[in-house]
């Protein structure tokens, strides 16, 4: 199974941005799909997750701005990002977890200016 990511970008603040991920070379269902992010000098911390059985989650810093949505035929979850601020800039990484194993895709730069 491979994590491959799309999107991201640079935006100035109050802007969007979208990413893709798509968990492929296996047509198991992916029971978490999740997006973390890392900014500079700062811990990774995850930003929004879902699961198969509807549980989301975000962070309390995106809330109301990301929106995340997965398609559990294509094992593919997409983050949507609005209103951006400076303080979104980072690398975002999608992780998978697929049975036991803890996947991650490569990261995807986001960079918000002032």
């Known amino acids: 199974v491979q994590v491959v990511v799309s999107g991201g970008g640079h935006v100035q603040a109050g802007g969007s941005l979208s990413l893709s991920c798509a968990a492929t070379?296996?047509?198991?269902?992916?029971?978490?799909m999740g997006w973390h992010r890392q900014a500079p000098g700062k811990q990774r911390e995850l930003v929004a997750s879902?699961?198969?059985?509807?549980?989301?989650y975000y962070a309390e810093t995106v809330k109301g701005r990301f929106t995340i949505s997965r398609d559990n035929a294509e094992n593919t979850v997409h983050l949507e990002m609005t209103n951006l601020k400076p303080e979104d800039t980072g690398v975002y990484y999608c992780n998978v977890v697929h049975g036991v194993v803890d996947l991650w895709g490569q990261g995807a730069q986001v960079t918000v200016s002032s």
């Open positions: 879902t699961t198969t059985g509807g549980f989301v």
């Open positions: 070379g296996t047509t198991d269902s992916i029971n978490f």
